[in-house]
């Protein structure tokens, strides 16, 4: 099962603490568009699976109108065919969110919403430059159930300089008195040459201490098990059979296709991106050409991306997939590579498979770190 992944990179405004690249240069939309569909017949045959989920991420999706998803889904369905697609995903901000789109993006086949709530406090909404209120999320949701919804996942961020674990705590209960079917939660990470990175620069804001962070980890995972959600990846967690199909895709090194400026593909062999610049990313889909970097793949760094991925589902590396894919000498040094985490109960090995455990996922990145394969 294959995916494919439009990039809608326009925003009304910035958050601060996005590094996503995004423009609001709202005049580029219908070009833009028209684009995605020239790229969208340039490339039907990249996949060599049938597409069996859409995913419409950004910036911000639901700021294009009723002529421009019309237009993309016509397109879609001439490559692909839309009955086929077991899951479409659209991304939308609650303020965007009205009677009329949410019954636009039902009677097109979209049958999965991914909200942008990230606090249900005003102020830290605020704070990132958000532009909903608490109040228009909570709206939001109620609009995308009337219209017919039934698989809703929310974003939230936790981490906020001067959040406590309390406050932490009322977000959630906010977010799991709604029931949306998945709810993915993140960290809030200063990343360098973002709006926030300049204030934690310049001493206007300052990290929680890495004590909290954990406290606040833990609560959540602990919070949204006794409501039943499975936490099938280390940010994202769903009612049973409401997993995300597509961001799936990625963790279980399955090929996508990624359409629109700063896209990313992948297809076993290699993986590619195209240009990060909306101006030019038209410019040559309209000569005909893709403008992308391609970069193909050795058995090593297919080997790292493995680790990087797939150890942060529920379900683990598969021991048989590591030999098979890569020979009994790689499972010996991942294996031997493992041993410290395996004694220091980060790691656990059962039914062959290499999963993190509870404490594992608290410090993941540097488990990872250590299975990563460096030539010496």
């Known amino acids: 099962m294959s995916g494919i992944y439009i990039h809608i990179p326009f925003c009304k405004s910035r958050c601060i603490y996005c590094d996503f690249y995004s423009s609001t240069l709202q005049s580029l939309r219908d070009d833009y568009v028209a684009a995605i569909n020239e790229e969208l017949h340039l490339r039907k045959d990249y996949l060599s699976t049938r597409a069996r989920t859409i995913y419409i991420g950004g910036g911000t999706p639901s700021l294009l109108n009723d002529s421009h998803l019309h237009s993309i889904f016509r397109s879609l369905d001439s490559c692909f065919s839309l009955n086929e697609m077991e899951e479409i995903t659209i991304e939308v901000n609650p303020d965007d969110v009205t009677d009329a789109k949410a019954l636009l993006w039902r009677d097109l086949g979209i049958n999965r919403v991914s909200m942008g709530v990230q606090s249900f406090d005003n102020q830290r909404l605020t704070f990132l430059r958000r532009r909903h209120a608490a109040k228009q999320a909570k709206s939001a949701f109620t609009i ?96 049973p059979g409401y997993y995300s199909r597509h961001n799936s895709n990625y963790w279980k090194s399955v090929e996508y296709m990624g359409l629109g400026a700063a896209a990313h593909s992948y297809n ?107 030539e010496n």
């Open 268 to 374: 076993v062999v290699s993986r590619q991106w195209n240009v990060n610049d909306i101006t030019t990313y038209i410019e040559q889909i309209n000569k005909g050409e893709v403008p992308a970097e391609i970069e193909l793949l050795t058995d090593d760094m297919r080997y790292n991306d493995l680790i990087t991925t797939a150890l942060r589902t529920r379900q683990g590396i598969s021991l048989y997939d590591v030999e098979r894919d890569y020979g009994k000498q790689r499972l010996d040094y991942m294996l031997r590579e493992a041993r410290s985490s395996l004694d220091n109960g980060l790691l656990a090995l059962e039914n062959d498979h290499l999963r993190l455990t509870k404490n594992g996922l608290f410090v993941s990145d540097d488990v990872m770190s250590r299975l990563i394969y460096i």
């Open 144 to 239: 995308l159930r009337k219209a017919g919804f039934e698989n809703i996942s929310i974003d939230l961020m936790f981490g906020f300089p001067n959040q406590s674990v309390a406050d932490w705590q009322s977000d959630l209960n906010e977010a799991l008195s709604l029931r949306p079917e998945h709810i993915s939660a993140y960290s809030l990470m200063i990343e360098e040459n973002t709006p926030l990175w300049r204030m934690y620069q310049s001493g206007k804001v300052e990290t929680i201490g890495e004590e909290t962070s954990r406290s606040m980890y833990q609560l959540l995972c602990n919070t949204l098990a006794e409501s039943e959600y499975e936490h099938y990846e280390i940010s994202n967690f769903s009612l």
